[in-house]
């Protein structure tokens, strides 16, 4: 029973422990008791927000006990909305971008500043740390652009330019248009404030009379072009169309009178590209240069937005290449193709001794496109397809089984210059440094190296761009050795006894193709590469003997042996005791004693010894008869 009630009140005590709300663990204090160096700092500007005005910091953060980091009550923009309630639904459709991405802080401090609304800056400085374009900067103000908010309002307006009346009343809060002063300065063109940013700027001019930066010559002498103002209708023109423009601009001499004419230029208006009066833009566009040419060439607009764009559109300077108004080559070109091209590239680098057909007859457009491309470099085609286009028989290589790694990445230009180069095949270097191009360190530490390998001659084993072959080989195993071994090709038809990797062409089992620290470029020394096959005959052996036989140990298996053919079995250089007195004097009288003072050249040596290892310091081996492994060779001799 009494099990039953501490089991009970254990129960109810966990349980009840559960249940209990979360808890935060605060220090109950407020900001400004931490925070007062900060706070003091704030009500030492001009302009003070109000909670920081109130002391209040708790109205936007909350308390972020012993852990320290500023927390907000709410995410931005919804914190300001708590109090700039007026803000939260813009009924505008002009909206600026900082206030709709709710970025607040972009523009305003959040605790105090020196100017008026808490701006980081100015009511000037703090507009052009985002609008940076010259025409707000120049020698000339604008007197209400020393404020942006005399015209424009900050957040939202439903006019362009988010301006606070349109343009055909703002100015006239500030300009008389009827004084005597303001008529004679428009040369007494009755003016009606609907047209004044056709000639200036809003914000800075290089002149005076705030002409925007580019102004039409006779922009002061308004009756070059209109009628006068007398006139009943004073701003008709005294000629249609280019008419009017041809009275101060030849059209028989340049730009106009080439061949080929633009055709705004010859059918059209030549205020389809210029304003009339004055502009921002260079030449007097009525827009940035790429926006006034897309606006016609649409089927260019969807081609800019590729991944690669050649240079001069990115920069929106159509005109590098082209002439806008006329030219005697088509497209309206400045030149032929390629001396447009050698204008920024650098004619040397297409002019070497051995050239690309396309770049020697000078016709970039064959592998280029002029505007923009979805490939590199701006081709008209990924590779390796484009150079396929004229390279068909190597096209048909490449589809064997083994492909050179650049070619099969699609990049011929690893190997060969696409314009021109002063080597054959326009390799960028010397023959016979062109694969250490990117191979170089198959060279390093290697001090035997194989001749073709040293002279650079891969081509020599090696297929140039693919082959059905292992490694780009022309030809497989010892195919591909005999061409220059000539002698050992001849020998392995000739003689009986052939080294079994060689049988079977497997040259590289023993010997690198390039290269080796060793000589006869073999992968290791001697022992270490003989044992690696007869590991069987002669390792297992050797580890439970006691005795080896010296060459072995020493790894001269060439004392005895071949490497690649013999007349005699197992590849021997020679047969009975004559393989043996290349070490051992067989006329030494100790010798010829232990032999029953037999002579040793008309014996074998291997009808008693081991000629690798034994239990044996005499190395006999295993299996022996009774009188000779007792040295009672007198019994039967």
């Given amino acids: 029973m009494k099990k039953v009630l501490l089991f009970g009140l254990f129960l109810f005590i966990f349980v009840f422990a559960c249940a209990q709300p979360e808890r935060r663990i605060t220090t109950g204090r407020r900001c400004i008791e931490c925070h007062d160096k900060e706070l003091q700092k704030f009500l030492s500007e001009k302009i003070i927000h109000a909670p920081v005005k109130n002391k209040n910091c708790e109205a936007c953060h909350r308390s972020h006990g012993l852990i320290g980091g500023v927390y907000l009550n709410k995410a931005l923009p919804q914190l300001c909305y708590e109090c700039h309630k007026d803000l939260k639904e813009p009924k505008a459709k002009k909206i600026h971008s900082p206030f709709e991405k709710g970025n607040c802080l972009k523009c305003h401090n959040p605790h105090s500043a020196s100017y008026e609304f808490l701006l980081v800056k100015g009511p000037k400085e703090t507009c052009l740390s985002c609008h940076t374009s010259e025409k707000f900067i120049q020698s000339f103000l604008h007197s209400p652009a020393k404020n942006c908010q005399t015209c424009h309002l900050p957040h939202y307006a439903n006019i362009a330019n988010r301006l606070k009346k349109s343009k055909k009343t703002l100015c006239l809060d500030c300009h008389d248009i009827k004084k005597s002063n303001f008529v004679k300065a428009h040369a007494n063109y009755k003016v009606s404030g609907n047209h004044c940013i056709d000639c200036h700027s809003p914000h800075s001019s290089k002149e005076k009379a705030l002409f925007k930066l580019y102004a039409h010559k006779p922009i002061q002498d308004c009756d070059t072009c209109h009628l006068g103002p007398e006139a009943e209708n004073p701003f008709g023109l005294k000629a249609k169309g280019n008419d009017l423009c041809y009275s101060c601009h030849d059209k028989k001499k340049p730009p106009f009178n080439a061949l080929k004419k633009h055709p705004p230029l010859e059918k059209e208006s030549c205020l389809i590209c210029h304003k009339p009066h004055a502009s921002n833009h260079a030449s007097i566009l009525a827009k940035e240069e790429k926006e006034v040419c897309l606006s016609c060439h649409k089927s260019m607009v969807e081609k800019t937005k590729l991944s690669f764009v050649h240079k001069p559109i990115n920069e929106g300077k159509c005109v590098i290449c082209h002439n806008p108004h006329s030219a005697d080559a088509d497209r309206l070109l400045l030149k032929p193709v390629a001396g447009i091209c ?96 990117c191979h170089g360190t198959m060279k390093k530490g290697l001090t035997v190296l194989h001749p073709p390998f040293k002279r650079g001659r891969c081509e020599q084993c090696h297929e140039h761009h693919a082959s059905d072959n292992p490694d780009q080989l022309i030809r497989i195993g010892a195919e591909g050795c005999y061409p220059c071994h000539k002698t050992i090709e001849k020998k392995v038809i000739k003689e009986k006894n052939v080294h079994d990797p060689l049988k079977k062409g497997e040259c590289t089992i023993c010997h690198s193709p390039h290269g080796s620290k060793i000589s006869h470029q073999l992968y290791r020394p001697w022992k270490g590469l003989c044992l690696s096959c007869h590991e069987e005959d002669i390792i297992i052996k050797a580890e439970t003997e006691t005795f080896i036989h010296k060459p072995i140990d020493e790894g001269k298996c060439a004392l005895c042996h071949r490497a690649h053919y013999s007349k005699l079995p197992k590849l021997l250089v020679a047969s009975g005791s004559k393989l043996c007195q290349s070490c051992h004097d067989l006329k030494d009288k100790t010798l010829m004693q232990k032999h029953l003072g037999k002579k040793m050249s008309k014996m074998h040596c291997i009808k008693c010894h081991t000629p690798h290892s034994s239990r044996d310091k005499a190395l006999f081996k295993y299996v022996l008869h009774k009188p000779f492994g007792e040295r009672r060779c007198q019994d039967c001799h």
Avoid: M, W
Wanted: glycine letters at 2%; one cysteine or more; a positive charge.
């Fill in 342 to 437: 050698y204008e920024c590239h650098k004619k040397e680098k297409f002019t070497k001794v051995y050239r690309h057909p396309p770049a020697n007859e000078e016709n970039c457009l064959v592998c280029h496109d002029a505007h923009a491309s979805a490939q590199k470099r701006i081709l008209v085609q990924s590779l390796p397809g484009l150079c396929y286009k004229c390279h068909k028989e190597t096209a048909r290589d490449f589809k064997k089984i083994n492909v050179h790694t650049p070619a099969e990445k699609g990049e011929c230009y690893k190997c060969h210059n696409p314009h021109s180069a002063s080597y054959k095949f326009f390799f960028p270097v010397r023959h016979k440094e062109l694969c250490f191009y």
